[in-house]
Every structure is written in structure tokens, then in C-alpha cells.
């Protein structure tokens, strides 16, 4: 194998495990994980004694060792060699190791695995470089350009995972998406219901003005979920999802919580959105589009899998509503999560 190829292969590798490290060092340390799968092998893995060993997190270790690797790759001479070599043997042994104990527990993390693949394959790199007696590239800029680049694959998932919001390992997928899509700085509002549902329709009433007067500070996401005992359900579902989609997403939904339920009609529905200004024909073709029955469809699926039981369902953040809700409630809810921020 060419100087050349060793070395870019070396440091695509170290990048590599710069990035995994870090990202596990972030679920490591903060009180939720933040990247990984909260029941998946990664947390069976951290769920060892191995974790930690002397009270530090392990991919503390891995990370300061996969720096020091790096960037013994990129001095010239023999100590540098023989340092990279030392380190990479370690390395390599610590990766196949770790790639054993994954194996035996019959649990697979996957940043884990990217680190101890890594570190296998660089103690034979390290090793034919101190072989050969090759150094990296003279070019400064060369190696000034490596450089920056490990310092980004370093900060950029620790930037992320530091800043990105942790919530419990138990928070259901749909709720858990909608927040991190949400990002920080404000509150995400999941409201499972159904139009015609009479409790649904009554705690919207509370719900709306304590929305509406944080709106700088909650992003309120309406999942939709019409109960076949209710006749005109679905036809209101579909007006509440194009109303969305045609940029009336509020104003249509509530007024298909406000009207009399024998209103949401497909004709009653279409009279509410020729009242807010949307076509009816373009608002017609929407309803009859597959894609919004498909739309529904994925709404109720999210409702099974978080888990939900009654309507209305309201996730705020990590808090869970269900049933017919007090202002009360709900306002301390809201208030409670937006000092949390």
C-alpha cells in the first residue's frame, strides 16, 4: 500500500472515530440520551461496568486516545511513528475487544462498533507506517487543512449534542420526532384528537387562547385522529389537513372544533374553508387526494405507537395529558415547560 493511501486512509479513520466518540461521549453524559436509541444496544453496552472504567466515561478515553493517534499521524520521524504505533496497537486491541464483549452481550451499538471497527484497522495502518518509515505529507497546508478538519469532526456532534434537548428514554418516537424537529427555544404542543369528539372540542376552547398567547414560544403540532363512532370525523380530518396544507392550518381547525358537529359535513367543510379564503376546488382536489387519507393514516399509526388510549391525547414536551383538560391544567402545563427552556 502507497505512503499516500496510508496516510488519507489513516485520517478518514480517525475523523471517523472522532465523530462516533463524541457523539457517544454526549449520550454518556447527559441525563438522556441525545443520539442514541434509548433501549438499543447502545444503552446495553453503557449499562456495563466496562462504561466507566474508574468513574470516567469511556468514550472520554477513546476520544483523547483517538486525538492523540491523529495527530502523532501527522508528525514526521521515528518517535512520532513509534508513538502512533504504540497508541494504535492499544487501540486496536481495546476495538476488537470491545467488538467481542458486543457479540457476547448479543447487543450491537452502532457509534460503538464505528470506534472499534476503527481502531482495528488503524493499528495495522500504524503498524505499516512505523514498517515503512513513512511521514505525512511537508506540506504545511496539508497538514494545517487535516487539522481543522479533526477539530470539526470533534466539535460539531459535541456542538450538537450539547445544544439539542434531552428528554426521558420512555418518551414515545412520534412525540420525541416532533420535538427535535421543533428544536430549542420553545415548546412542542402535541394534540391528538378527533373534530366531533365533545371533549376534544372542549378542551381546544381552553387550549387555543394559552397557545395563542405564547405563540412565540410554543410550536403546536395537531396529530389527527378520528374515532369511526363519529360520522363526519374523517371528513373534518381532511379539512383540517389541507387547511393546513393550503396555509390556514389554525384558523380551519378552529373552526371545525367551533361549528355544530352536524356542520362537518364534506359540505360544511367546504363552506369553512370558502369562509377563510381558501378555494374550494383546490381545497376539493386536496380532500379527495389520496395523500391526505395517507396523511390520517400515519396520524393514527403515531397515536398506537405513543401509546395513546383516549382523546384528547396532549403531549406537552415530556408531559403527558389525557382526556378532557382544565385551563388550569394545561397553563401550568405550557408555563412549566417554557421555564424549563
Not at 193 to 202: M, N, T
Not at 325 to 335: H, I, P, T, Y
Amino acid at each position: 500500500m502507497k505512503r499516500q493511501a496510508v496516510f488519507w486512509l489513516t485520517v478518514v479513520l480517525v475523523a471517523a472515530a472522532l465523530v462516533a466518540s463524541a457523539v457517544l461521549l454526549v449520550d454518556y453524559v447527559r441525563p438522556a440520551p441525545v443520539f442514541c436509541d434509548a433501549g438499543g444496544g447502545c444503552a446495553k453496552v453503557r449499562a456495563t461496568a466496562l462504561a466507566r472504567p474508574f468513574g470516567i466515561p469511556l468514550p472520554a478515553i477513546g476520544l483523547l486516545g483517538m486525538l492523540a493517534l491523529g495527530f502523532s499521524a501527522l508528525l514526521p520521524g521515528m518517535r512520532a511513528r513509534t508513538a502512533q504505533l504504540f497508541l494504535g496497537l492499544i487501540g486496536g486491541v481495546a476495538g476488537a475487544v470491545f467488538l467481542i464483549i458486543q457479540a457476547r452481550l448479543g447487543a450491537l451499538c452502532p457509534y460503538c462498533a464505528v470506534v472499534d471497527g476503527a481502531s482495528f484497522v488503524l493499528a495495522g495502518l500504524s503498524f505499516l507506517r512505523w514498517r515503512e518509515d513513512w511521514d505525512p505529507p511537508e506540506k504545511k497546508s496539508v497538514i494545517g487543512g487535516v487539522v481543522v478538519a479533526l477539530v470539526v469532526a470533534l466539535a460539531v456532534p459535541l456542538a450538537v449534542g450539547f445544544n439539542r434537548r434531552a428528554f426521558a428514554g420512555d418518551l414515545p418516537e412520534p412525540v420525541a420526532e416532533e420535538i427535535r424537529r421543533t428544536g430549542r427555544g420553545k415548546v412542542t404542543v402535541v394534540d391528538f384528537a378527533d373534530f366531533e369528539c365533545p371533549f376534544c372540542r372542549s378542551t381546544h376552547q381552553e387550549l387555543a387562547p394559552l397557545v395563542a398567547a405564547r405563540k412565540d414560544k410554543v410550536r403546536l403540532v395537531r396529530k389527527h385522529v378520528p374515532l369511526r363512532m363519529h360520522p363526519h370525523a374523517m371528513d373534518a380530518a381532511k379539512a383540517g389537513c389541507c387547511g393546513e396544507s393550503m396555509g390556514k392550518g389554525e384558523e380551519i381547525a378552529d373552526a371545525l372544533f367551533t361549528v355544530p358537529e352536524t356542520e362537518l359535513t364534506p359540505e360544511g367543510c367546504e363552506k369553512i374553508a370558502q369562509a377563510h379564503g381558501l378555494d374550494v376546488e383546490q381545497f376539493r382536489k386536496c380532500v379527495n387526494d389520496p395523500a391526505t387519507a395517507a396523511r390520517i393514516e400515519q396520524d393514527k399509526a403515531a397515536f398506537k405507537q405513543a401509546k395513546g388510549h383516549g382523546l384528547p391525547t396532549i403531549w406537552v414536551d415530556d408531559t403527558k395529558l389525557e382526556g378532557v383538560q382544565e385551563r388550569a391544567d394545561l397553563e401550568a402545563a405550557l408555563d412549566g415547560a417554557i421555564r424549563r427552556l
